[in-house]
């Protein structure tokens, strides 16, 4: 019995189940290498019956489905599609966004009840919702709050000269977000500017960005901001970000401190596109037991509605539920005239402590915005010229950008402040003070880094390489950023991959079992 589930607003998502186990999430932007792309409401591509159509042709070929018991579909514009013409199904179920958004985190979690938050940029559900979740009962609504938290903490950033300005704004609120948080740690918080900046949060309880920026411009004309090309000084920028995150965070905590004095033994589920705020998460962590998915955002909500489904009695580990390559079978016409040899771990482990750069495309893609060692570009992280060099030769990004590691489970408590688990980098713990010079690559202005945690379980390639480079320079850590350039998606293709080994300073590529070198 198959279900299919099909979110198609900004990062549009189409996700498979066969009886209760979820077999596959396939997201438009890597099939269509446009970053958060949508099928519905953000745009509305003449093409996406075409782009659907193929997805659900890649579901027939591979695992022989051409019936679904469900279709459960949202942000999608049924007066735009005939939605039988396309699917094949017996029954439709509209699940509602935060409820989508909630089962996502739930069922990936490891606890049986939970408190749950939800909150994002707006939806059907508008902006913020908490519930009481539970793997066999489901969801209990208990809250839902008025505040635009996602809009709210974005627009200062379309203001800051030292992030790229996005001429489409509904492009900048899916990017800007990411930017500010590596920018926070530059400034300090101000309260002149904290106290204008909660005048701004409590003003956004509606959907309208253009609005919220407008309002914005109005607050903070002081400061030099008169319409919507205007640009904070330097200094005012940096505190702006700073002032913006506490903003955030205190805002947050006073709208959900009442529940967490409720409901003391809850493990808290922090889930939404405000769940990528990690230094949010983080300083939650230090009080509570908290979960963030590896999609929370609008990219894991398909998940998330199968989940609300199935209920499954299982975690669902959605790490691994990509596709493979689209064009894996090319790969030969790819290494004609290339230098390349089998997979061996050693070779790539001394390559990458001898300086090199290697781009990673091996089984199936992550599922979320984080790089997970399946689509990366990989090199030391005790190098301290790779954070520069980087961001602007390779990613072509902000330079004040960080970058991430990845370490062996047993080695966290070697370099951070940390023993937990952390495998998708949902949280950012202190570096310690012994090995900051060390990882000054991985490091951010503010001591901390967005680690991840690998088990041998989880990743063998990434596990098994780190421990060779462990053996070569007793240092078993590596910077792993996500296999893309800045403005395109996470890349599916050998295309594109050899593309960035062709024209970027890659000097080697790992594709499955091959290794590709110059």
Same mark, same amino acid.
């Given at each position: ?131 009481? !979740? ?43 977000? !990411? ?7 530059? !400034? ?35 400061? !030099? ?294």
């Amino acid at each position: 019995m198959f279900n299919l589930a099909f979110h198609g607003s900004h990062n549009s998502t189409i996700a498979l189940s066969c009886e209760d186990k979820i077999l596959e999430c396939v997201e438009i932007e890597r099939l269509i290498s446009k970053k958060n792309a949508a099928l519905f409401y953000y745009e509305n591509p003449d093409n996406r019956v075409e782009i659907i159509k193929k997805v659900l042709t890649h579901f027939e070929k591979k695992y022989g489905c051409y019936e679904y018991e469900n279709l459960i579909i949202n942000s999608v514009d049924t007066d735009r599609v005939d939605l039988k013409s396309i699917f094949n199904f017996k029954q439709l179920i509209y699940m509602p966004h935060h409820e989508a958004h909630s089962n996502n985190v739930i069922y990936q979690s490891p606890y049986q009840r939970s408190l749950v938050v939800s909150f994002d940029g707006g939806s059907d559900q508008k902006f913020f919702n908490i519930f009481i !979740g539970d793997k066999s009962q489901g969801l209990t609504h208990l809250y839902s709050g008025k505040r635009d938290y996602a809009i709210s903490y974005m627009t200062p950033a379309h203001f800051i000269g030292d992030i790229k300005k996005e001429n489409d704004i509904y492009v900048g609120n899916l990017v800007y977000s !990411g930017k500010l948080m590596g920018y926070v740690g530059y !400034g300090k918080v101000r309260e002149d500017l904290v106290e204008k900046l909660v005048e701004f949060y409590e003003s956004n309880t509606y959907d309208n960005i253009p609005h919220a920026i407008n309002r914005f411009i109005s607050l903070f004309s002081e400061y !030099g901001i008169n319409d919507w090309d205007s640009k904070f000084s330097e200094q005012d920028g940096k505190d702006v970000a700073a002032s913006n995150q506490l903003v955030f965070e205190r805002l947050f905590r006073m709208e959900v401190n009442n529940f967490l004095i409720q409901y003391p033994n809850l493990p808290l589920l922090i889930t939404g596109g405000c769940a990528l705020n990690i230094i949010n998460n983080t300083k939650l962590l230090k009080s509570r037991d908290v979960f963030v998915s590896p999609n929370p955002s609008d990219v894991g909500l398909a998940v998330g509605m199968l989940c609300g489904l199935l209920k499954p009695k299982d975690i669902v580990d959605t790490a691994y539920i990509g596709p493979y390559v689209w064009d894996e079978d090319e790969l030969p016409n790819y290494l004609v005239g290339r230098k390349y040899e089998n997979l061996n771990v050693k070779r790539v482990a001394l390559d990458i402590v001898n300086g090199n750069i290697i781009g990673v495309v091996r089984g199936r893609s992550e599922h979320g915005p984080r790089a997970l060692g399946n689509r990366s570009i990989i090199c030391d992280a005790t190098n301290p010229e790779m954070k520069d060099y980087l961001n602007k030769e390779i990613k072509n990004r902000e330079s004040f950008r960080p970058f991430s590691p990845v370490v062996r489970y047993e080695d966290i408590q070697k370099y951070f402040e940390f023993k937990e688990e952390i495998r998708w980098m949902t949280f950012s713990p202190k570096v310690k003070e012994e090995k900051k010079e060390l990882l000054s690559s991985v490091i951010h202005i503010d001591g901390t880094s967005r680690v991840q945690t690998v088990t041998r379980e989880q990743n063998q390639f990434l596990y098994d390489l780190l421990t060779e480079i462990d053996k070569l320079n007793g240092n078993g850590i590596v910077l792993n950023t996500s296999f893309n350039i800045a403005g395109n998606p996470i890349l599916n293709t050998l295309k594109e991959s050899f593309w960035m080994f062709d024209h970027k300073n890659l000097s080697g590529l790992v594709i499955n079992n091959t290794y590709v070198y110059k």
